[in-house]
């Protein structure tokens, strides 16, 4: 996980728009802000993502 989809990721969080685990809801925001980057990694480790949530531990 990038520093940039971290912040991407607390970006949307913060807007408190979504659930965070409304994972489907949170590609459509990230979409809606131009946060493509973050569009992209949750087609793909949706698990990490999932992880960094829960914990705020990202997988490097």
């Keep these: 996980m990038t520093d940039k989809v971290k912040e991407q990721i607390l970006s949307i969080r913060a807007s408190g728009v979504t659930n965070m685990f ?3 809801r949170v590609q459509r925001e990230a ?4 946060f ?6 949750l087609e793909e ?3 990490a993502y999932s992880r960094f949530i829960l914990t705020g531990e990202a997988d490097e």
């Design 22 to 24: 409304d994972v489907n």
């Design 31 to 34: 979409f809606a802000c131009g």
């Design 36 to 41: 493509y980057e973050l569009v992209l990694y």
């Design 45 to 47: 480790h949706k698990a």
